[in-house]
């Protein structure tokens, strides 16, 4: 597995501080998917209400609290497919 992968479920387990409610999906450009759902952070691909796109620099600084996702959203650092209510629960976590 990627380290990016591996760094990014640590990360969103720690944010996360449990489980969500939802599903959702986070497709790092060139690494993979990490999933988030009731179960908690998995590296995965499976399908999914909502799925995040964006580049590893992105996604790395989203994780590191540098930019936020809604900025990322609106500038097009981050593409949102599907239920945007689970992006916004999601990025209000994050934030």
Same mark, same amino acid.
């Given at each position: 597995?990627? !380290?990016?992968?591996?760094?990014?479920? =640590?990360?969103?387990?720690?944010?996360?501080?449990?489980?969500?409610?939802?599903?959702?999906?986070?497709?790092?450009? *060139?690494?993979? $998917?990490?999933?988030? /759902?009731?179960? *908690?952070?998995?590296? &995965?691909? *499976?399908?999914? /209400? $909502?799925?995040?796109?964006? !580049?590893?620099? =992105?996604? @790395?600084?989203?994780?590191?609290? !540098?930019?936020?996702?809604?900025?990322?959203?609106? =500038? *097009? %650092?981050? %593409?949102? &497919?599907?239920?945007?209510? @689970?992006?916004? %629960?999601?990025?209000?976590?994050?934030?």
């Amino acid at each position: 597995m990627s !380290d990016i992968l591996n760094a990014a479920v =640590t990360a969103l387990t720690e944010k996360l501080d449990g489980s969500f409610d939802g599903n959702l999906k986070f497709d790092i450009e *060139g690494e993979g $998917c990490v999933r988030i /759902d009731e179960n *908690g952070v998995s590296i &995965d691909d *499976g399908d999914a /209400d $909502c799925t995040l796109t964006a !580049d590893v620099d =992105t996604f @790395q600084s989203m994780m590191e609290g !540098d930019l936020n996702p809604t900025a990322a959203f609106m =500038t *097009g %650092k981050l %593409k949102v &497919d599907g239920d945007m209510g @689970q992006a916004m %629960k999601l990025g209000a976590l994050l934030a």
